[in-house]
């Protein structure tokens, strides 16, 4: 069975800093694209960042583009995003997603970890 652990969502003043994690199991990790997506209130849930299996690419919604940065670590089955300069526009629930095409598309998604930007 797959899981998708996400962790590191908290408040936090705008200007600061989180970093966010996603720990994954039950699947072969390095052989998944990984994604963030984000969702706020009344809003649909849009993609923020990606990054290959090989972690070679990544890409960026042009929001955070500068501000941002995903990563991830192959052996440690974890995918990360650290957030800079967080805006409260930034405020919504993140979700990390696992996503690739063998045969047949194969997606998990997180269960959402809640980041909040205010003072």
């Known amino acids: 069975q797959v899981h998708l652990v996400g962790s590191g969502g908290g408040l936090v003043q705008p200007g600061g800093s989180l970093r966010l994690s996603c720990k994954a199991s039950g699947l072969t990790f390095s052989t998944y694209a990984m994604s963030w997506y984000r969702q706020a209130p009344g809003k649909e849930r849009e993609l923020v960042a990606h990054?290959?299996?090989?972690?070679?690419?990544?890409n960026y919604t042009d929001s955070v583009k500068g501000r941002f940065t995903i990563s991830r670590d192959n052996d440690k089955y974890t995918v990360y995003l650290q957030m800079n300069s967080l805006k409260p526009e930034d405020t919504a629930v993140y979700y990390c997603?696992?996503?690739?095409?063998?045969?047949?598309?194969?997606?998990?998604w997180g269960q959402g970890t809640q980041v909040r930007v205010s003072s």
């Open positions: 990054i290959t299996s090989t972690g070679d690419t990544t």
């Open positions: 997603n696992a996503h690739r095409v063998v045969i047949v598309p194969e997606t998990y």
